[in-house]
């Protein structure tokens, strides 16, 4: 039973919990029974006093603005980063761990980044600013990728697009491509809501995520460099993206061309794949075959595919990749770090 009257399970509260991934981060709570000894449900005043269900539980949400810390031990963080930056320092001043979902603190050097199938070892002490940070979600499969590949063969440059689902905006992204997209086949020549994606997302794709930088690169592909480069703890990795947006409601996808310092061999490279955890190589019957993000199975698996060493370049080789975002770029890696730090008693 995972309400548990332990006095070590923790006490925790989720920030965000009526949004994409707040929600998804509920059912993974129920789904792989995490122990917890009392649940908040926060989020904005709008939503105080709405009642929602955890494990047949009703519970009633609570607005962040009069939310006390100090009543649980770890805080998930999955309301965007404006509010975390406003919010995670009282929350750790309080008492709570935080596990943050947003941008805010990924790249403060007193806060680990964290993979659990990576870089657990991370948590094996309470981090000096009281934050853990989850990572991007087209970053998270990525890396997991790419820490046994360095370790067989060493990377020399990794070149990545992304195919990023309406999700990632949260509810209000999906709802958005919903309604662009039936009013596009009503109407062609409407142009339908474009709010959260600009231009609209219906029947097109959009190479725009996050804020343009003044390198010309958007947040959304310096996130991918940056946060790749301190979860495998390789400074100097060379890894650039283009980040594209397109009109799939769930399900990041990446076409990753990587090059290696030594030549690499097929059938080694799919094994290796195959060896990690939660990782399935979709290879079974032809070197062709592929996931999709309506078709992959197991959602909560990375999932790999077309892999291909380039007959020109045997040190070089393309994946296709396929993450739903939700929860493996999100709420999942949120709660396995959860689950981390409950194994080894850091909480
Ligand atoms: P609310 O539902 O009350 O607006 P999504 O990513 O699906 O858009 O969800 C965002 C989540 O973040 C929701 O739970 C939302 O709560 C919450 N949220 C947004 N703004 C705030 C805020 N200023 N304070 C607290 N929670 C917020």
Redesign the pocket.
């Known amino acids: 039973m995972p309400l548990s009257p332990s006095d070590t399970a923790p006490r925790i509260a989720l ?8 929600t998804t981060l509920i059912q993974l709570i129920e789904e792989r029974g995490f122990r917890y000894r009392e649940i908040h449900l ?6 105080a006093g709405r009642e929602l269900t955890v494990e047949g539980r009703t519970c009633r ?1 609570e607005a ?2 009069t939310f006390d810390f100090s009543a649980v031990d770890l805080a998930f963080f ?3 980063s404006s ?1 975390s930056r406003k919010w995670v320092p009282s929350a750790v001043a309080q008492g709570a761990l935080v596990i943050d979902n947003t941008n805010a603190f990924r790249m403060d050097p007193a806060t680990p980044l964290v993979v659990p199938q990576v870089n657990a070892d991370e948590l094996d002490r309470r981090p000096s600013s009281g934050i853990i940070a989850n990572p991007n979600c087209s970053t998270i499969p990525l890396v997991r990728l790419l820490r046994p590949v360095e370790d067989r063969w060493g990377i020399r440059q990794v070149v990545v697009s992304t195919y990023q689902a309406a999700s990632g ?4 992204g999906i709802t958005e491509l919903h309604e662009a997209s039936r009013s596009a086949l009503e109407d062609p020549s409407a142009q339908g809501p474009a709010v959260e994606f600009t231009p609209t997302l219906a029947f097109n794709v959009v190479p725009f995520i996050d804020e343009l930088l003044d390198t010309g690169f958007t947040l959304e592909e310096q996130k991918m460099l940056q946060e790749s480069r301190k979860i495998l703890g390789l400074p100097h990795l060379d890894v650039t993206t283009t980040c594209v947006r397109v009109p799939v409601v769930n399900g990041h996808s990446e076409a990753a061309w990587i090059e290696c310092d030594d030549v690499v061999a097929r059938d080694e490279l799919v094994r290796l794949l195959a060896a990690q955890p939660e990782v399935t190589v979709h290879d079974k019957d032809t070197i062709g075959a592929f996931p999709t993000p309506r078709t992959a199975g197991a959602p909560d698996h990375v999932h790999v595919g077309r892999i291909r060493v380039a007959p020109h370049n045997p040190r070089g080789f393309w994946v296709w990749v396929v993450a739903d975002n939700l929860r493996i770029g999100a709420a999942l890696n949120a709660l396995q770090i959860a689950e981390a730090l409950t194994e080894r008693g850091t909480l």
């Open positions: 920030v965000g919990a009526t949004g994409a991934v707040g926060v989020a904005s005043s709008r939503s949400v962040l603005d999955s309301a965007g509010v905006r949260g509810h209000s």
